[in-house]
């Protein structure tokens, strides 16, 4: 009998900086680079990160795939059931080969090389027949094909992958959700291999490959992958600006007296930046490391002091202020339960959303975050809980309610902040923070506000400061939280518009768009009547 092939290594790269790093389980010896340069691996599903950004950079408006209902084409089971269809991001996570198909795309060869010769790809990147799962490359090259992917088109793969980070609840508890993921199988010489290929929370990318399919394979690894590789604790600048912005009021419960810089004299209002000295009208005072994002303003009222922060920022800081972020396990599970409490509760603003820093609500640091705490909300990045509304406190614990006393004792205890999660909120489902990135598009609604501009025309015109808003406006399905507009973006985030009180809500975001650079884009009464009028015109 013929001697079966040696199943394949348990393998483990990323390139960062122009250098690569690779490791290997139960190598005997310290795996070298030049030794690591000589690795290869097929494409398996990891062809289909480059076709996802190759339609979103050039703003391809594909047709959905469509899964038949009388006859099932192959590999229809990774897409849709039948009679359902797919869109493009759902078809990256769900790994949807007959989605990407270059024939059904339309995508022609010469545009392909174009495209990717003007990013500066690796070679065989260049070749469109060569996206193929079979097509078998130097992990190096492939490391650096995927660090050629555009940033804004990383960031859209980024997040229409975060479901693959969440699907297997033990990796995510090993992996966290910062490292986002194509999945891969395929066989070499005869035998199963499986993995996946994708990038770090700070863009670095990284391949692993391992026995088994991608899904045994990291089971089976999770663990001794996240021990290997680095773990960032900051995103790159493309995935930061794409996070949802959170106004913070700071001390919204204390009153202000005083706000001056620790080497003397008053502070100025605008920008804050340096060590001040708070002192409110209760007497005690406060010395905070404030950074430019926080602003100082004076009113009738006293000196007020907010700031604009991404969300992660945001988490982190809350972490420090609710938390311990030394307490490793639970500061994530108060990471996901305070971003999930952000989004639940702030409200729409312009270009942010608003939320105090309260204890009826929730505390927010006037520092920037510990480490700790940063690398907590960089564990669990973009995880919300879904299904259930989100509070906690810091003894007390009932359904629906995380105590953070008892997730400490848990979590010294050994249990997992996913487990602590699935505890203190029964019913809820781990997901995804809908970042101003992600987008199921309402093109319908788009479109039906688009022809009521001219309907409205007599009316819109009234109000000095009114702003036509053209084909840049998106409409997009909102999942948590409250409806609200995105003025940089030009984005509506809605639940639905089929009903009268939907169409209220989506008029009443449009107007804040179309009057975004009037003071009349913020008074909330006005938006509304004129919003009522409309949705009956």
């Known amino acids: 009998m013929g001697a079966h092939a040696a199943p394949p290594p348990t393998r483990l790269a990323w390139w960062h900086g122009g250098e690569l790093s690779a490791v290997q389980r139960n190598a005997s010896t310290p ?41 099932r084409q192959p590999d229809d089971e990774y897409c849709c059931e039948p009679g359902q269809s797919v869109s493009r991001d759902e078809a990256l996570a769900h790994s949807c080969g007959p989605y990407f198909d270059p024939q059904r795309l339309g995508v022609n060869g010469a545009d392909w090389m174009r495209f990717w010769k003007a990013q500066d790809a690796p070679e065989w990147l260049t070749k469109l027949d060569a996206m193929q799962p079979a097509t078998q490359v130097p992990v190096v090259d492939l490391l650096k094909a995927i660090e050629r992917i555009p940033a804004n088109e990383k960031t859209a793969a980024r997040q229409a992958l975060m479901p693959v980070a969440l699907r297997d609840s033990s990796v995510a508890a090993a992996l966290g959700s910062g490292p986002r993921y194509k999945t891969w199988s395929w066989q070499i010489q ?45 995103p790159d600048a493309p995935a930061v600006n794409a996070q949802p912005c959170i106004e913070v009021g700071f001390f919204q419960r204390y009153p202000i007296r005083s706000v ?87 409200t729409p603003g312009e270009g942010c959303r608003l939320i105090a820093d309260d204890s009826r609500a929730q505390r927010v640091s006037p520092n920037p975050p510990t480490a700790s705490a940063r690398a907590a909300a960089a564990f669990t990045d973009g995880m919300v809980l879904d299904g259930v509304p989100v509070r906690y406190h810091s003894t007390r614990a009932s359904q629906g309610v995380l105590s953070w006393q008892q997730a400490v004792a848990q979590g010294r205890g050994g249990m997992r902040f996913d487990e602590m999660l699935r505890r203190a909120y029964p019913g809820a489902t781990l997901g995804a923070a809908q970042g101003s990135g992600e987008c199921e598009e309402l093109p319908q609604a788009a479109q039906w506000l688009a022809s009521r501009q001219q309907r409205w025309r007599a009316a819109l015109r009234e109000q000095s400061g009114f702003e036509p808003v053209g084909e840049a406006l998106r409409v997009c399905r909102l999942e948590t939280g409250t ?53 009956d015109s």
């Open 31 to 71: 795996v070298d680079a030049a030794h690591a340069t000589q690795w290869r691996t097929p494409l398996g599903s990891s062809w289909k990160l480059f076709m996802h950004a190759y339609l979103h950079a050039n703003a391809v408006q594909e047709p959905a795939y469509r899964c038949q209902v009388g006859q």
């Open 190 to 234: 005869g035998e199963r291999a499986g993995g996946a290929a994708g990038w770090l929370l700070d863009g670095t990318p990284f391949w692993f490959g391992a026995p088994g399919t991608s899904k045994t394979a990291l089971n089976a690894n999770a663990a001794w992958i996240g021990s290997q590789w680095p773990s960032p604790t900051a």
């Open 260 to 346: 001056a810089p620790l080497h003397g004299g008053d502070a100025a209002s605008g920008a804050m930046n340096g060590r001040y000295r708070i002192g409110f009208v209760n007497g005690q005072q406060l010395v905070i490391e404030a950074v430019p994002a926080m602003t100082l303003q004076r009113d009738t009222d006293g000196p007020r002091i907010s700031a604009r922060l991404a969300l992660e920022d945001y988490v982190a800081r809350v972490v420090d202020r609710e938390g311990d972020a030394s307490e490793v396990q639970a500061a994530r599970a108060l990471a996901v339960a305070a971003r999930t409490y952000a989004l639940q509760n702030s």
């Open 483 to 535: 409806p609200h507009s995105d003025q940089r973006r030009l984005v509506i985030r809605i639940r639905e518009w089929s009903t009268r009180e939907g169409r209220v809500t989506l008029i009443h975001e449009f107007l804040h768009l179309a009057y975004r650079h009037h003071p009349v884009g913020r008074d909330e009464a006005a938006i509304e009547r004129l919003a009522q009028r409309l949705a």
